[in-house]
Protein backbone atom coordinates (compact mmCIF):
# COMPACT_ATOMS: atom_id res chain seq x y z
CA UNK A 1 0.00 0.00 0.00
CA UNK A 2 2.59 2.19 0.88
CA UNK A 3 5.15 1.54 -1.72
CA UNK A 4 1.51 2.08 -4.03
CA UNK A 5 0.91 5.78 -2.71
CA UNK A 6 4.50 6.43 -3.08
CA UNK A 7 4.30 6.01 -6.70
CA UNK A 8 1.11 7.77 -7.27
CA UNK A 9 2.78 10.41 -5.14
CA UNK A 10 5.86 10.70 -7.79
CA UNK A 11 3.69 10.44 -10.86
CA UNK A 12 1.79 13.83 -9.69
CA UNK A 13 4.96 15.52 -8.69
CA UNK A 14 3.04 16.16 -5.18
CA UNK A 15 5.69 17.14 -2.67
CA UNK A 16 2.96 17.45 0.29
CA UNK A 17 2.23 13.32 -0.44
CA UNK A 18 5.61 12.73 -0.77
CA UNK A 19 6.46 14.53 3.06
CA UNK A 20 3.80 12.36 4.54
CA UNK A 21 4.99 9.33 3.48
CA UNK A 22 9.01 9.88 3.54
CA UNK A 23 7.57 10.84 7.48
CA UNK A 24 5.51 7.19 8.12
CA UNK A 25 8.17 4.79 6.21
CA UNK A 26 7.16 1.22 6.66
CA UNK A 27 9.64 -1.54 7.88
CA UNK A 28 9.69 -3.55 4.93
CA UNK A 29 10.43 -7.60 5.04
CA UNK A 30 10.47 -8.67 1.47
CA UNK A 31 13.67 -7.74 -0.36
CA UNK A 32 12.06 -7.16 -3.59
CA UNK A 33 9.84 -3.97 -1.76
CA UNK A 34 12.61 -2.97 -0.36
CA UNK A 35 14.30 -3.12 -3.44
CA UNK A 36 11.54 -1.03 -5.08
CA UNK A 37 11.43 1.46 -2.29
CA UNK A 38 15.10 2.01 -3.02
CA UNK A 39 14.13 3.05 -6.51
CA UNK A 40 11.09 4.56 -5.61
CA UNK A 41 13.08 6.81 -2.63
CA UNK A 42 15.99 7.44 -5.96
CA UNK A 43 13.33 8.76 -8.01
CA UNK A 44 11.76 10.97 -4.99
CA UNK A 45 15.05 12.71 -4.46
CA UNK A 46 15.49 13.22 -8.08
CA UNK A 47 12.20 14.60 -7.99
CA UNK A 48 12.95 17.25 -5.18
CA UNK A 49 16.07 18.51 -6.38
CA UNK A 50 14.83 18.88 -10.41
CA UNK A 51 11.89 20.79 -8.94
CA UNK A 52 14.20 22.93 -6.55
CA UNK A 53 16.41 23.73 -9.38
CA UNK A 54 13.39 24.67 -11.21
CA UNK A 55 11.78 26.69 -8.03
CA UNK A 56 15.60 28.49 -8.14
CA UNK A 57 15.40 29.60 -11.97
CA UNK A 58 12.17 30.87 -11.45
CA UNK A 59 12.55 32.59 -8.32
CA UNK A 60 16.13 33.96 -10.66
CA UNK A 61 14.25 35.33 -13.54
CA UNK A 62 11.90 37.15 -10.99
CA UNK A 63 14.67 39.17 -9.32
CA UNK A 64 15.85 39.84 -13.05
CA UNK A 65 12.55 40.89 -13.89
CA UNK A 66 11.65 43.33 -11.18
CA UNK A 67 15.34 45.16 -11.28
CA UNK A 68 14.27 45.24 -14.78
CA UNK A 69 11.09 46.89 -13.79
CA UNK A 70 12.74 49.10 -10.81
CA UNK A 71 15.27 50.28 -13.82
CA UNK A 72 12.54 51.81 -15.94
CA UNK A 73 10.82 53.33 -13.52
CA UNK A 74 11.25 57.34 -13.13
CA UNK A 75 13.04 58.27 -9.89
CA UNK A 76 10.23 60.29 -7.92
CA UNK A 77 10.99 62.96 -5.68
CA UNK A 78 9.20 63.36 -2.02
CA UNK A 79 10.30 66.94 -2.20
CA UNK A 80 9.61 69.98 -4.16
CA UNK A 81 12.37 70.06 -6.50
CA UNK A 82 12.59 73.99 -8.23
CA UNK A 83 16.52 73.30 -9.50
CA UNK A 84 15.30 71.08 -11.92
Request: aromatic share 6%; proline share 1%.
Amino acid sequence: MWLNQLKIAIIEKNINNLDKLLDDIPTLSDAAEIEEAIYLLREASELVYTLQDKTKSSMTQIKKNIDFLNSATANQTSKFDIIS
